[in-house]
C-alpha cells in the first residue's frame, strides 16, 4: 500500500468571513496541521488543491453575476486567482505539502483530479509517478469538492478514505447526503483518530 493525502481547497474563501466561507473551515485548516504534524510519515506523497478561478468573466457559469447565486452550480465570486481569498488558510501549515494543485481557471472544476501540478501534469500522472494505491481525503467542502474529488479517486482505482473530522460542508443536509453516496461507491467514512490506531 502507498498512501497519499489530498486536502481539497483549504482556502482563504471557503473559510469562515470568506466570499464561500463554511462553518468549520478554520478548524479542518487547524486539524489538517495537526494531523501533517502526527501523521506526515503515513503519506508517500501530500497533496493540495486550490480553487483557482479567473476575476475577468463568470468562469464557464461558475460565478453568479447578474443573478442571486443559489449555492448549488453558481457560487459568489470565490478564489480569484492571486487574491486572498484564494490563498491557504493561515491555520493551514502547507510547508509539509509535496505538490500544489490549481483547478478552476475559467471553468467550474469541483475536483482535484481537473486540476495541475506546477509543472502542469494532471493528477493521475501524478498518482501513477509515486504509485499510489490509497488516498485520505480531507479539506472544504464536504458537500462539493470533497465530494467529487473522492469520487473521482475511486474512479481511477485508488481506495479511498474520508476523514470526518477534517471536512466541513456548505450544507448539514447536502453533506449528509455526499458521505452516504460516498459510503455507496466504497469510500470508507471514518475520523482521522484511524491513523492513531492504525500506529499503536
Ligand atoms: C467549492 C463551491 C464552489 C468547494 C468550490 O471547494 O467545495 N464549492 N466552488
Known amino acids: 500500500m502507498t498512501r497519499a493525502l489530498f486536502i481539497i481547497d483549504v482556502q482563504n474563501d471557503f473559510t469562515e468571513g470568506g466570499a464561500l466561507g463554511v462553518e468549520g473551515g478554520a478548524a479542518v485548516a487547524a486539524g ?36 442571486e447565486p443559489d449555492f448549488v452550480a453558481t457560487w459568489p465570486p470565490h478564489c480569484v486567482e492571486g487574491t486572498d481569498g484564494a490563498d491557504y488558510h493561515p491555520d493551514f501549515d502547507t510547508s509539509a505539502v509535496d505538490v500544489h494543485i490549481r483547478k478552476g481557471q475559467g471553468v467550474p472544476a469541483y475536483s482535484i483530479f481537473e486540476g495541475t501540478d506546477d509543472a502542469g501534469a ?61 459510503g455507496h461507491a466504497g469510500v470508507v467514512i471514518a475520523e482521522s483518530t484511524v491513523l492513531d490506531e492504525a500506529a499503536s
Open 32 to 67: 489538517i496541521t495537526r494531523l501533517l504534524q502526527q501523521h506526515r510519515g503515513d503519506y508517500a506523497l501530500v497533496a493540495a488543491s486550490r480553487d483557482w478561478h479567473s476575476g475577468e468573466h463568470d468562469n464557464g457559469g461558475h460565478f453568479a453575476v447578474d443573478a
Open 122 to 182: 494532471s493528477v493521475s500522472d501524478v498518482l501513477a509517478a509515486r504509485g499510489i494505491t490509497d488516498i485520505d481525503v480531507v479539506g472544504l467542502a464536504t458537500d462539493y469538492c470533497v465530494r467529487a474529488s473522492a469520487l473521482d479517486a475511486v474512479e481511477h482505482g485508488q481506495h479511498v478514505r474520508v476523514f470526518t473530522d477534517l471536512v466541513a460542508g456548505v450544507a448539514a443536509e447536502s453533506s449528509a447526503t455526499a458521505l452516504a453516496e460516498l
